[in-house]
């Protein structure tokens, strides 16, 4: 009876000890006294029981953040900037990280941060700030992973992530003006080309008028002419028929209009006499 | 009774006979604490039962070590602070015991000894062999240096010095004033060169404009004027002609019509009371 419970209990001891179940995404490694014997993928393992063996789990699938902060840099042409870092990793080599580093996290942010510091100190404060931000996470991401993998350490970067580039507090209003001067350059050609744009339709306009004024004058002037040699002409035909008498009905007809219309006075021997009141 | 009780004694001391070493460690076996073996691969061990035989395990993963920062000056005298780590792992336990003992004192001892040799390093430099913008320079600590750590590391310490390098290159502070003066004094340029650069364009963009209107306006003037000029040519060709039809009637006629387009309102005509116009008034019934 006793044996039996005995036995049991044995059965159950071993099942529970020598079973591993590893999560998806995880991987486990066992040791056997000490010394590592093999990896298991997810799903149910086997290992042999405590004392001889054990194992320990380690998540491959989780993409770890670390997260340096704010570092002041010198850049290539000796300018400081303030470089905001994140970067991405995951486990690569399960049985490299147990045995690589010691610290793992911050022996990563040391590796990382003197990679930046080594791509920023060739490169110029203007680039860093404009179009540089690319080859520098992408240069530090290989820079690091050159030393993480020399070093044998099981991790593999995922991404540096230059979350920002500033100029340092004391001097951003400066490198702000920069960015304004560089606004109001556009805004004074832009105002310029308004200026044109207005000035031009309004020059062609006068331009038209000009024309316009001399064609209507043209205009008026051939008509005029055409009416006054129209009348000379039968003026002409009656005068070739009857000199004398058209050249009198002309002259009195003159004299009629102007006579009513202005003021006439007539002198006998420079005295004015009178033919009316 | 006794048998039994010397079994369980010689139970146990066969199992403080048997250890085992972890594959992150290494270990070292001391005789009343002297060593008298090395342990570098994990697995099951065989010793003395204590107190004749001691282990002392040390981690044998890499080890950062963070040196505290340390003012240095390049070979042009300029201070540079400078942050350093050192990857290292103990190599050899049986040195390392003896002439460190823990961890601690190791971070210590290689502070030291860093700090010096990144020192010289730097202060055989140029400040501008550190810094360029030119987009590839040499590393900023010479290759030769690890090799002489190590070296020291390994025959001093029992540690193997992997790496060396440099985790923050800075500025003293009253320094970085200074660079910021410079920045700013940059900027400001920068700022002008843009708004000059803007008025230029300006200028240019108006100067030209104003020189289409001119040339817009010059252009009309000359149309006008020619449009001008073939009315009033053709007008007189056509006078010219009547003219020449009856130059002493077309004279009359001419000099009847301006008259009467001169004289308005206005104006006063004074004539002879004998003249033309009135001598059949005054006349009497001749």
């Known amino acids: ?277 | 009774m006794n048998r039994s009780l010397l079994t369980i004694i010689s139970f146990l001391a066969a199992f403080s006979c048997i250890y085992t070493v972890d594959a992150r460690e290494v270990a070292v076996v001391t005789f009343f604490g002297k060593p008298v073996d090395t342990v570098m691969e994990p697995g099951l061990k065989l010793r003395a039962p204590w107190p004749l035989h001691e282990v002392v395990r040390f981690d044998k993963r890499t080890q950062l070590l963070a040196v505290d920062p340390a003012e240095v000056l390049t070979r042009d005298k300029k201070n540079l602070v400078v942050e350093t780590f050192v990857l290292w792992r103990v190599s050899d336990p049986e040195r390392f015991l003896e002439a460190v003992g823990t961890p601690e004192t190791a971070k210590i001892q290689l502070s030291d000894l860093v700090i010096s040799r990144i020192a010289a390093a730097l202060g055989g430099r140029e400040f501008s062999d550190l810094m360029t913008d030119k987009g590839t320079k040499e590393p900023m600590l010479p290759a030769d240096m690890l090799p002489g750590i190590a070296a020291i590391g390994s025959q001093r310490l029992g540690i193997e010095i992997l790496d060396v390098q440099l985790r923050h290159i800075g500025l003293p502070l009253q320094n970085e004033q200074s660079i910021y003066e410079r920045m700013r004094a940059e900027r400001s340029r920068i700022a002008k060169a843009y708004r000059s650069e803007g008025e230029e364009r300006a200028q240019s963009i108006r100067a030209e404009a104003d020189r289409k209107a001119a040339e817009i306006l010059a252009g009309a003037d000359k149309e006008a004027m020619g449009i001008r000029a073939r009315a009033d040519g053709a007008a007189a060709k056509i006078y010219a002609n009547a003219y020449n039809e009856d130059p002493d009637f077309y004279l009359f006629m001419r000099k009847l019509q301006t008259a009467e387009t001169l004289l308005d309102k206005e104006s006063v005509l004074v004539v002879d009371a004998d003249g033309p116009l009135f001598d059949a008034l005054t006349g009497g019934m001749k």
């Open chain 1, 1 to 277: 009876m006793i044996a039996k419970s005995l036995l049991a209990g044995l059965c159950a001891f071993l099942a529970v000890t020598c079973t591993v179940f590893v999560n998806s995404g995880d991987a486990g490694v066992v040791y056997r006294f000490g010394a590592i014997d093999r990896t298991l993928d997810a799903g149910l393992g086997f290992k042999a029981p405590w004392p001889i063996e054990r194992h320990i789990t380690v998540d491959v699938s989780e993409v770890r953040r670390a997260e340096p902060g704010k570092v002041r840099m010198l850049t290539g042409d000796t300018n400081l900037v303030d470089i905001d870092l994140v970067v991405q990793y995951a486990v690569a080599d399960p049985v490299a990280y147990q045995v690589g580093l010691a610290d793992a996290e911050p022996t990563l942010v040391a590796i990382v941060l003197s990679a930046t510091k080594n791509i920023i100190a060739t490169m110029g404060v203007d680039a860093l700030l404009t179009t540089g931000r690319t080859q520098l996470q992408q240069e530090a991401e290989a820079a690091a992973q050159a030393m993480l993998d020399r070093h044998n350490t099981g991790l593999r970067i995922d991404a540096v992530e230059v979350r920002e580039v500033t100029p340092p507090p004391a001097v951003v209003d400066a490198f702000n003006d920069v960015s304004s001067a560089r606004g109001d350059r556009e805004t004074l050609a832009l105002s310029a080309e308004a200026y044109t744009s207005k000035r031009l339709p309004e020059v062609r306009g006068e331009a038209n008028l000009l024309i316009e004024k001399a064609k209507t004058h043209a205009a008026q002037r051939s008509a005029r002419t055409s009416g006054e040699v129209a009348r000379f002409q039968s003026l002409l035909e009656a005068k070739q028929q009857s000199p004398a008498a058209t050249r009198a009905q002309l002259w009195i007809e003159t004299a009629q209009a102007v006579g009513s219309r202005v003021d006439v006075h007539a002198i006998r021997d420079r005295t004015e006499i009178s033919i009316s009141d």
